[in-house]
């Protein structure tokens, strides 16, 4: 069965396992193929969010396992890789398109948000204290300017945050094109 024949209950029977799209995934990442080792060390270092190299033996052996028995079985059922259990070697298959939408696309690349909404939560704090406090050049009717700024500032890094993990998002009445 190919790519193409598969229905969507399937691609979602497929990649209803995080274990699933996380091989799928890095193996678009290697540009299609890869050996069993590598996979199976980013695998588990996904799933415990560490470095490969500090994977520790059970953690690669659980994911071994279940990728050699369960999971790469299945994609090759389905005809999304070509795997040889004899050879350890894992071929991702042409057309990979039918089933993107259903990765994480973002794996091993989040970026720290909770940090800047924390750093603009400080500072919201900070100006709120020293207007309240009306201490120096501030005064009451700097605050509304100052709570505005902020509130403009949270809103930028927030639309930053939601187009960088969107990259497919398609942008309303063709402002993209200019």
Known sequence: M?????????????????????????????????????????????????????????????????????????????????????????????SDEVFEPYLDRHLGSDRPWHRLYAASTVAGVGFFA????AVGPLTAAAAPVIVLALCLVILAISIVQHVSRRPDLQVPFGLAGR
């Open 2 to 94: 190919s790519e193409h024949e598969l229905t969507q209950a399937e691609l979602f029977d497929v990649f209803s396992n995080a274990r699933r799209r996380r091989a799928v995934q890095y193996l678009k990442q290697c540009g299609g193929g890869c050996d069993l080792a590598p996979l199976v060390e980013q695998v588990a270092a996904w799933e415990n969010d560490t470095d490969p190299d500090e994977v520790t033996r059970t953690q690669r052996r659980r994911v071994y396992i279940s990728l050699y028995q369960t999971h790469l079985p299945m994609l090759e059922d389905h005809g999304i890789v070509d795997w040889d259990p004899d050879g350890h070697r894992i071929e991702l298959l042409p």
């Open 130 to 133: 020293v207007a309240w406090l």
